[in-house]
């Protein structure tokens, strides 16, 4: 009952969205435009539900190619465009992934999808996060949204990403997948809300 409530409330929510922020939508494509050479969208290879890949898609807020620089973004990154800093600090970057949610290779809650990269690093255990749809935001989302100024802080972004930060994320997703609920899934889009507009 779960899963067939939460994909309705996926699908709705993410097209009530579409149409609520398409002025948005509309405004933010015309400025990407403007300020950079490049298309609109970005598009990144994720791993979703049972290791399947999937296009991940997000405004552009990077100069186009930047991705061959690394795939992590730290601190005060120069790759990262003036509309770029805006869209990120308030996650609005994030908003093309409404499609793939309701193309149903996402989820509103869920674990974040990661690179091939760094799933080919997961133990047996931390595969688990594999079974469910990623998401937009769960706990690790919120936990870790300044994720990208603790990266800059660091004299090894990557070792750091990779030993620390990484796995104290997945057990958050754990922790998200072992307590998931409809009610809890509320919670956490409120919880986002709230992190992001403070």
Known sequence: MYTISKRIFDVVASLIALILFSPLF???????LIDSRGGVFYKQIRVGKNQKEFGLLKFRSMRPNSDKAGQLTIGNDNRVTRVGLFIRKYKLDEI?????????????????????????LYTDEQLKVLTVLPGLTDYASI??????KVLGASDDPEKLYIEEVMPAKLL???K??????FLLDIKLIFRTILK???
Request: charged residues 20%; negative net charge.
């Open 26 to 32: 509309i405004f933010i494509a015309s400025w990407i």
């Open 96 to 120: 093309p992934q409404l499609i793939n949610i309701i193309k149903g290779e996402m989820s509103v809650v869920g674990p974040r999808p990661e690179v091939p990269k760094y799933v080919n």
């Open 143 to 148: 936990e870790y949204l300044d994720e990208q």
């Open 172 to 174: 958050l997703n754990l």
């Open 176 to 181: 998200y997948i072992n307590e998931k609920s």
């Open 196 to 198: 992001i507009v403070r």
